[in-house]
């Protein structure tokens, strides 16, 4: 069974870190490239970080380069976001996801965990 299980997310202060994990169970992890999104409320889900199946590329949003740092260990079928300098904006449900690539065969979701940052 597949499975993408969010966790790390909280409410902080702006100006403050945290760092999402999401472990991925029952497909093979190493092969695939993972995503970060987020969706605030009344907005668009948007994508805010990529990063290919090795690890050695990695892609941002505008809006959160040189804030955010997406990384991943496939030994342990992890894929984190390192979230630093946080501000109010970046409060929104962030979502894992693995895609395969370059054909996105298979295209699974986490549940997503809940980010709040207060002002």
């Known amino acids: 069974q597949v499975q993408l299980v969010e966790s790390g997310g909280g409410l902080v202060q702006s100006g403050e870190s945290l760092r999402l994990s999401c472990l991925a169970s029952?497909?093979?992890?190493?092969?695939?490239?993972m995503r970060w999104y987020r969706q605030a409320p009344g907005k668009e889900r948007e994508l805010v970080a990529r990063i290919s199946s090795t690890g050695s590329t990695t892609n941002y949003a505008n809006s959160v380069k040189g804030r955010f740092t997406i990384s991943r260990d496939n030994a342990k079928n992890t894929v984190y976001l390192q979230m630093n300098s946080l501000k109010p904006e970046d409060t929104a449900v962030y979502y894992c996801?693995?895609?395969?690539?370059?054909?996105?065969?298979?295209?699974?979701w986490g549940q997503g965990t809940q980010v709040t940052v207060s002002s």
């Open positions: 029952g497909f093979t992890f190493s092969v695939y490239v």
């Open positions: 996801n693995a895609q395969t690539w370059p054909m996105p065969t298979y295209d699974y």
